[in-house]
């Protein structure tokens, strides 16, 4: 109950907006094609739900897909920066320049590397998810307290000891804040490289609705994916209470 009084407000506002932008459509301050009344873009959802769910299926499973290979990657560059500086000093930099190249730009290269098929969504996916988990996963490896290491070892603890018990569970926090971040980035992540190229999924619905100038489509989609983005960091949120019970 004391979670939910925490998202009142939040949802106070988004109700007060809706009703805002409702009487703007509504009184026609601003043109139905410019801007649909929510109550039009809901009965489009509900109009299109079929269509809609079996394009949604697609991008969802991109998306999971995506995301669990970059918690992959992720962890095991973040490992890798960790315990050797040598491979760091190698590393980060790429790492780092990796993400200075517009993602959109390379959706085209993975189309005609890899087809209209699964593989370059799922890629789309990891290039935008995997950074924030490295660095985070690095970071709280190396962040650990120090203390606590210097008093293991005084014991003579082993290094796998050390690790075990004091630096993966002080990188815990770290890790769920950085796959928070990747979780609002994959949806968007497939959606990108399927509006590039597609057979089915939200992107290529959104790109045809989008030609024909379906304007209540449109947003009805956008909604989708907004949705879709919050569901997914709100299973990171539980599954980080789950195994960080121990914070609280």
């Not at 770290?174 to 990108?192: D, E, H, P, Q």
């Amino acid at each position: 109950m004391k979670r939910i009084k925490v998202y009142i407000p939040a949802l106070l506002v988004i109700c007060l907006l809706g009703v805002i932008w409702q009487v703007c459509s509504v009184s026609g301050l601003v043109a139905p094609t410019t801007l649909p009344a929510p109550s039009q873009i809901f009965q489009t959802l509900v109009n299109q739900r079929v269509v809609i769910w079996d394009n949604s299926f697609q991008t969802i499973i991109e998306t999971l897909i995506g995301l669990a290979l970059a918690v992959i990657l992720g962890v095991f560059f973040g490992a890798v920066i960790f315990l050797s500086a040598t491979l760091r000093r190698a590393f980060y930099p790429l790492l780092v320049a990796s993400q200075t190249v517009p993602l959109i730009a390379l959706a085209p290269l993975l189309l005609i590397w890899f087809g209209f098929g699964l593989e370059p969504k799922v890629i789309m996916v990891v290039l935008y998810c995997f950074f924030p988990i490295t660095i985070a996963t690095a970071d709280g490896l190396i962040t650990a307290d120090q203390q606590l290491i210097d008093l293991l070892t005084s014991m003579r603890a082993s290094r796998s000891q050390i690790l075990r018990t004091v630096r993966i569970p002080a990188a815990m926090p770290a890790f769920f804040s950085g796959l928070k971040i990747s979780a609002t980035y994959a949806v968007t992540g497939a959606v990108v490289g399927e509006y590039v190229g597609a057979s089915k999924g939200l992107g290529i619905y959104l790109q045809s609705a989008a030609h024909s100038d379906s304007i209540n489509l449109v947003f009805a989609l956008i909604s989708v994916i907004v949705l879709l983005s919050l569901a997914l960091v709100g299973i990171v949120l539980l599954l980080e209470k789950h195994f960080l019970a121990w914070r609280t």
